[in-house]
């Protein structure tokens, strides 16, 4: 699979699903490729904005890998 | 309590009908967003003065302005959607002419996409709807159009061939070429050193000519 093919993947899977073996070749091609990895990383950010507009969250916490342990800003003396 | 509540809700959505500046800027962003759907100008500003509208009348406890914009963005995209099923429109369709790679299907060494350097810098959403909103007004109409009918009206791809009247094939070189055009577009606008000065030039150019996409 080459970089355009990949691409063209990485944003076809935001649509519908993929079958099986274009998944595994596209996380294959991911895996080796740097590019492409920013592609699919830029462009499941833009379709995660904008959901994240529509729900009103106005604070940049893209991430919530951090499980429900304490708030880091919280105020103990 | 109840009646305090209403009290509380009440002068809080008059505090941002008061505030012309606030109002205006929302008021000039939705009927951009709607221009990507429906070309027609007065149209797409009545449907933001009823959007606007409905929002008024359905008070409710607004928690800061991302609450109320969201609350009117939500009125506005069904309004957008009711007429979008109203009246389909097919937009013209592309060919997947990929100027981002050579023949070997690599990336082009001035295409290749580069990270976004969002995360703790904080580029807060607002900053980033705005530009999202300048590079969409940069793509040609018909990938604008579906790229918002899937991202923010949230059809799916099946549903978006039938409104526009078009292939699923068609449906995604469409969509790739708008997600590959807003990614550069993203990329650019945010790897400036002074991302701020950007920030501020752009919006300024953006507010003076809103719409300029004949291409
Ligand atoms: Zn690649």
Redesign the interface.
């Known amino acids: 699979m080459n970089c355009q093919k990949a691409s063209e993947l990485a944003s076809r899977q935001y649509d519908q699903p993929l079958s099986l073996s274009k998944k595994i070749s596209l996380k294959f091609h991911l895996l080796i490729c740097k590019h492409c990895r920013n592609f699919n990383k830029n462009i499941e950010q833009l379709s995660h904005s904008m959901q994240s507009f529509l729900r009103g969250d106005d604070n940049k916490d893209q991430k919530t890998d951090t499980s429900d342990s304490d708030d880091s800003d919280s105020q103990l003396k | 309590m109840q009646s305090n509540a209403l009290l509380h809700a009440e002068s809080s959505v008059t505090q941002h009908f008061n505030d012309v500046g606030f109002m205006s800027q929302l008021r000039e962003q939705m009927i951009r967003f709607t221009q990507t759907q429906l070309r027609d100008a007065e149209i797409a500003e009545d449907i933001v003065q009823e959007a606007l509208l409905g929002a008024v009348k359905n008070l409710k406890a607004f928690a800061?302005r991302?609450?109320f914009?969201?609350?009117v963005?939500?009125i506005l995209?069904n309004k957008m959607l009711d007429h979008i099923r109203k009246q389909g429109r097919a937009p013209a369709t592309h060919s997947?002419d990929?100027e981002?790679?050579n023949e070997?299907?690599?990336?082009q060494q001035e295409a290749?996409?580069?990270?976004?350097q969002?995360?703790e810098a904080?580029?807060?959403?607002?900053q980033?709807?705005v530009i999202?909103e300048l590079c969409l007004n940069k793509l040609p109409g018909s990938q604008a159009q579906v790229f918002m009918m899937?991202?923010?009206l949230g059809l799916s791809?099946d549903e978006i061939c039938t409104e526009v009247e078009i292939t699923e094939s068609n449906?995604?070189v469409l969509?790739?070429r708008a997600?590959?055009g807003?990614?550069k577009c993203?990329?650019n606008n945010w790897l400036h050193d002074d991302r701020q000065a950007t920030l501020q030039k752009s919006i300024k150019k953006n507010l003076t000519h809103t719409s300029q996409k004949n291409r």
């Open positions: 800061g991302a609450a914009r969201s609350w963005f939500a995209k997947i990929a981002e790679f070997k299907g690599h990336w290749k996409p580069m990270p976004w969002c995360p904080g580029l807060k959403q607002e980033f709807m999202l899937r991202e923010f791809s449906l995604h969509l790739y997600r590959m807003l990614q993203m990329a």
